[in-house]
């Protein structure tokens, strides 16, 4: 069923110019962030601080799974993926721009402002029951961990580890392009071994430390999973994205063919029903055990003070037909996965279902009465912030993947598995 | 040997041989027939004009059928049969019905999938007229064949054989049925 690549590829190196993109794609981050600075004049600074965590996390969680899909490439020597791993390896060239869009929230817990995101960093916060967090049980046994220098050294060590592993997987894979040397292709292998361990680490540790830990009295084990598979998920999405953007302007026709497009289908419907796993998992742990220090994550997502059923539990319905259930269904046709009209909408729509996923995990830590109602709610001024923190960031990632673009061929065309590629077959 | 032969087959050398006589075969009109060959030839299903196989059905069926049972069961047993609350919670509620559920659904769709393939694909069969030819032992080894079945409604002994020689097929003998 493949179109064999028999035509060969005749704009190999790309010398198709991808700067005019680059300064648009500058422009609206630039328009974003700016959009959102201004949403500190207008709104309460903690919501705006919550938005531009949502909006960093987003793009930080789809450059991981890219790092992480890259080195699972590596490590089972797959040939499929070849070319969409090129895509990949551009789109990591936006770790150190994610972590210098990160440092403001860091910055800002260290000016004194701690109450602004994460309420532990602040010992003197009075929290529900009257006592301040200084002298919470519960934080007092996690303050070895939750700590402002150890959340600064964390948050540094994973960006350092994120950013010199894409350097290590980006130089080798470039520099085969010039000599095709096999030594990159066996420096890649070792690289993923390690760095797949490293990788895993790191993202639950992020994940724990940035959003887990906006409500510190909360436990569940499987957090550094649930992100591990939106943000697999994420990038699986944007390479498609990316791959259908290329092929219709002409750089990769004859390249791509339906059954890479297949396969990168079938792995998105894969992450589908994994991340509905491990979300089920944790909801369902928790409403079976009925503890209190951890049933009331949910019920902040589900009623209010008084009982009723709140904003925040229609959009947890949402998240749960949308994120698992239409996917699942739509993913379940072969030609929904090949065809490129088709399978655009629904990696669209599994990208806006994951910030809205990262949303729901992330705003209700934004409470009325200084922190002591009902979370706000989701259709308010603070999801416009949102958004405009998801378009600024996503401006900026997206310009250093453009930025990167021109620095290597547009395939990896001496990687030892290309030809297998380029005649992927089902 | 009887009147009517099973069909005929033909012999080819090499794989491009094959694959161009499978779409002229393909483009004729052919419905009943089938290539030997001793390894799979990538893109030889759409050189033939096979479709896509019919097993999703199947699979589909039996995912429902089993995320359905399992509901039903728990539903069955927990809030009609007999009736017992356990840790404080409803009789029934999907959410504990679900890791049962989700279990049979995996198992009733790899036993709808086997058995749709199965029932598709007429296996296991125990005759084949091929397997009288020699040729059978060679198709296995170093040569390719088609074979066109008699039961085609386009065969023709003499058209039919002006065909696979005309695809460049050698050797073409009628099989016994």
Sequence with gaps: MSTHAATAPAALPSESTSSPCACKALGVGVAGIVLTIIGLFVSDGHAVALSWLTGVTFWTAIAIGMLMLVMIHHILDASWSVVVRRQFEHGLAAF???????????????????????????????????????????????????NLEMFTAMT????????????????????????????????????????LALGA???????????????????????????????????????VLLMLWLYNRGDLKGILNTNQLYSIGMLIFA????????????????????????????????????G?????????????FGHFLLP???????????????????????????????????????????????????????????????????????WAYLKSFPKAKLIPIRDPRINECLTHHE | MSAKPYGLIATFDNTPDVYHAAEKVRDAGYKNWDCITPFPIHGLDRAMGVKRSKVPPFSLAGGLLGFTTGMLLIFWTSAV?????????????????????????????????IGGMFFLNGLPMH?????????????????????????DPKFNLANTKALLEQAGGKDIEELEA
């Design chain 1, 96 to 146: 150190p721009w994610l972590a210098l869009l990160f440092a403001p929230l860091v910055v800002v817990s260290w000016m004194g402002s701690h109450d602004y995101i994460w309420t532990w960093m602040n010992p003197d916060a009075v929290i529900h029951g009257g006592h301040t967090v200084g002298h919470d049980p519960l934080y007092v046994k996690k303050a070895g961990f939750l």
């Design chain 1, 156 to 195: 540094a060590l994973c960006f350092i580890i994120w950013i010199w592993l894409s350097a290590r997987l980006r130089k080798a894979s470039f520099a085969q392009d010039a000599d095709g040397d096999l030594k990159w292709t066996l420096m890649n292998r070792k690289t993923a071994a390690f760095g």
């Design chain 1, 201 to 239: 680490i790191t993202l639950t540790l992020a994940s724990i430390y940035w959003i887990k830990s906006l409500e510190y009295h909360w436990f569940s084990t499987m957090f550094g999973v649930w992100f591990f598979s939106n943000a697999v998920r994420g990038a699986l999405s944007v390479g």
């Design chain 1, 271 to 306: 992450f589908t029903v994994f991340w509905a796993y491990v979300t089920f998992s944790q909801y369902f742990l928790i409403w079976n055990a009925n503890v209190p220090e951890e049933t009331f994550w949910y019920n902040l997502r589900e009623i209010t003070k008084e």
């Design chain 1, 308 to 320: 009723e059923f709140s904003q925040w539990g229609w959009v947890g319905m949402v998240i749960l």
């Design chain 1, 328 to 398: 699942f269904l739509y993913l379940l046709s072969y030609r929904n996965k090949i065809t490129h009209t088709r399978i655009k909408p629904i990696v669209i729509w599994i990208l806006l279902i994951i910030a809205i996923d990262l949303i729901y995990n992330i705003a209700p830590a934004l409470k009325a009465d200084h922190g002591h109602g009902d979370p706000l709610p989701f259709l308010s001024i603070n999801l416009l912030w949102t958004a405009t923190s998801i378009i600024g960031v996503g401006g900026v990632f997206f």
């Design chain 2, 81 to 113: 049969d007999y009736r017992l609350i356990v840790g404080g919670k409803p009789y029934f509620s999907p959410l504990y019905a679900f890791p049962v559920s989700y279990e049979l659904t995996i198992l009733f769709t790899a036993f709808a999938t």
């Design chain 2, 127 to 151: 005759y084949h007229p091929v397997l009288k030819s020699d040729k059978i032992l060679s198709g296995m080894d170093d040569k390719f064949h088609i074979v066109i079945e008699s039961s």
